[in-house]
Nanobody
């Protein structure tokens, strides 16, 4: 039974930091990522990491502020978010894929339940 369990998130003032975690179980994935969606906006890929190589990709909107990382022993992927802005406010969901394509949500097989990040 595959599960992605997220934790972290919450409310913070602009300029602050938050960290999200996504623990996976039941399968060894090739690629994991964080997506976000704000009310009235399209879902956006924020960051992705290839679990074998550690190669990462970031949306331009978060480059230099967010860092995606992994702990293979814990089967957990993290998203460290620094210098947060009000426009980062969204529901963040982790996603996992068995294939190599990181850009589109449709290429991810499993999703976490989502965690709210609010920046004021």
């Amino acid at each position: 039974h595959v599960q992605l369990v997220e934790s972290g998130g919450g409310s913070v003032q602009a300029g602050g930091s938050l960290s999200l975690s996504c623990a996976s179980s039941g399968y060894t994935f090739y690629l994991m990522a964080w997506f976000r969606q704000a009310p009235g906006k399209e879902r956006e890929g924020v960051a992705a990491i290839y679990l074998g190589s550690g190669t990462t990709h970031y949306a331009d909107s978060v480059k230099g502020r967010f860092t995606i990382s992994q702990d293979n022993e814990k089967n957990t992927v993290y998203l460290q978010m620094n210098s947060l802005k009000p426009e980062d406010t969204a529901t963040y969901r982790c996603a996992a894929a068995s294939g190599p394509y990181y850009r589109a949500a449709k290429d991810y097989n499993y999703w976490g339940q989502g965690t709210q990040v609010t920046v004021s």
